[in-house]
């Protein structure tokens, strides 16, 4: 039994010290904006951002940006429309530069390094 139990320990240690995570920033501080998104959730991986609405509020527009702290000059920025509450959707990242509008490719990307940001809500 203990035996089992180290293994496990040591498992979850192994998954975690191997698991990097984004940042994501709460939503602005216009009371409105946050009633709006309270509820919504939203995770990214390996180049798609996927969505959760269980905000209660159908969602006519939500859109996502992303900064690069490794570089300032990439951004990135995701459009979704017409999330019904308890919805999910899922959406290919756009990543930027900002000199030219040259598309970046995710890969190139280190995933610990992005921070995101709610940038627009609208409810139906």
């Known amino acids: 039994m203990k035996k089992h ?5 040591f498992i979850l240690l192994f998954i975690s010290g191997s698991a990097y ?5 709460p939503p ?9 998104v309270k509820g919504v959730t939203y995770v990214y991986a390996e ?10 509020h159908d969602l006519a527009v939500l859109t996502i940006q992303s900064e690069y702290n490794g570089e300032k000059s990439v ?3 995701v459009f979704f429309e017409d999330i019904p ?3 999910t959707q899922k959406q290919k990242v756009e990543f930027t530069l900002d000199s ?8 190139t990307l280190k995933p610990e390094l992005l921070v995101f940001s709610y940038l627009k809500a609208v409810r139906d």
């Not at 139990?5 to 320990?9: D, F, S």
């Not at 602005?28 to 709006?36: A, I, L, V």
């Not at 180049?47 to 209660?56: A, C, E, K, L």
């Open 5 to 9: 139990l180290l293994q496990i320990v």
């Open 21 to 25: 995570a984004q940042k994501y920033m």
């Open 100 to 107: 030219d509008e040259s598309k970046v490719d995710y890969k």
């Open 28 to 36: 602005p501080n216009n009371d409105t904006f946050k009633e709006t």
């Open 75 to 77: 951004n990135g920025i």
């Open 47 to 56: 180049g798609y951002v996927t969505v959760t609405n269980n905000s209660g």
């Open 85 to 87: 509450a308890g919805g």
